[in-house]
């Protein structure tokens, strides 16, 4: 990108968006597919008959073998209120995939779980709630920075160009498949992250396209960084050069473990939007969606959030249903967005 980078060329409606209200994105995926009991045989269809691997589990396969219940989940969180909705495909990259042996399928997957989001919210779309469509990048499996070996720090099981091909490819099937923006998500490596960004900028550029992009990392325990060391601030200031419509943090925790986290995302990222979606607390297996907050408590932690002024947008991680959206989403509109500086190149997102 460079300070000439024109208005975005999709998405600038929710650019426009989130200097009038808080935005809500939608909640877990993995979540409401579980809910649905599926078996061996719903991760398969004709072509995968005999495939050798079980499928079950990978649920990026739903939008291809089961696209009935993605669109169903998908209608009932933007019947929720949800005016993001995430394409179902966490785990579609040709790397995240060769767990199942199904690499080749990739592309697929995206273009399939685009055109299934891109339906629905397209379906719930009126002039005065304008539905959008992320096109979600999650992290891979494999980290750039980390040594899989412990007696070799120097060891690595991926690179950062197979990185940024696996994401190049899944980028643009979710922008042939009609999504408005991307979201980069999970982030537990900023190594990772790096290589979506750049496989994104260098996927716009080619195709004079301009969509806003969300980066969403990850805190995963009580020290407050990432999983390779970065603090939160150091995390931001890593990927700040990608001018995000906004920089965020999703799943690992729950809303009161991540709230000085945020803050601290909302005091120093001021030329941006803060995007905030935990899980519903921490895990329990005992719990139906595996994890213990209800709607009610998750609504009112988010409403503190919005109070406070530290959010624009906000939704639900692991453990969330429409219900946590649901009761998300009315508890935030009583509150104004978090307010942020002009952005030092102008011309990419609308002024607040």
């Known amino acids: 990108m460079n300070a ?12 426009d968006l989130l200097p ?8 877990a995926m993995g979540t409401m597919i579980q809910r649905w009991k599926l078996g061996e045989a719903d991760f398969r269809n004709e072509a995968l008959r005999e495939h050798p691997k079980d499928l079950k589990g990978d649920n990026d396969l739903l ?3 089961r696209p009935d219940v993605i669109r169903e989940i998908h209608a009932q969180y933007l019947a929720a209120g949800a005016d993001i909705i995430e394409t179902n ?15 080749h399928l990739a592309r697929e997957m995206n273009l399939a779980s685009a055109r299934v989001a891109r339906e629905a919210a397209d379906a719930a779309a ?5 539905r959008f469509v992320a096109g979600a990048l999650g992290p891979t499996p494999r980290t750039a920075s980390i040594s899989p070996d412990v007696n070799d720090p120097g060891a690595r099981n991926i690179t950062f160009d197979q990185l940024r091909e696996a994401y190049r490819e899944q980028a643009e099937a979710l922008l042939d498949g009609g999504v408005d923006l991307f979201l980069v998500e999970t982030i537990f490596d900023t190594l990772n992250a790096k ?5 994104l900028d260098e996927l716009m550029e080619e195709r004079g396209e301009r969509l806003p992009v969300i980066v969403s990392g990850t805190v995963t325990d009580a020290s407050g960084r990432i999983l390779s060391g970065q ?18 943090l999703n799943c690992a925790l729950g809303a009161a473990l991540m709230r000085p986290y945020i803050e601290e995302l909302s005091r120093i990222a001021d030329d941006t939007y803060v995007s905030c979606y935990p899980n519903a607390g921490l ?20 409403a503190d959030f919005a109070k406070a002024g530290f959010l624009n947008i906000v939704g639900g991680c692991c453990g969330t249903t429409p219900d946590h959206i649901a009761e998300i989403a009315r508890r935030v509109s009583a509150y104004r967005p978090r307010s942020r500086r002009d952005p030092l190149f102008t011309g990419l997102v609308a002024a607040a």
């Open 4 to 15: 000439r980078t024109p208005a975005y060329t999709r998405g600038q409606a929710l650019a």
């Open 20 to 27: 009038r209200r808080i935005v809500v994105i939608d909640g």
């Open 63 to 65: 939008s291809i073998t």
């Open 89 to 103: 495909t966490f785990g579609a990259t040709t790397i995240a995939q060769e767990d199942y042996d199904l690499a």
């Open 126 to 130: 009126t002039p005065d709630k304008p």
């Open 195 to 199: 290589a979506a960004i750049f496989a």
């Open 231 to 248: 603090t939160v601030g150091a995390f931001w200031h890593s990927v700040r050069h990608a001018r995000p419509l906004a920089i965020g």
């Open 283 to 302: 895990p329990n297996p005992m719990s139906e969606t595996g994890f213990d907050e209800t709607p009610p408590v998750t609504g009112a932690l988010m």
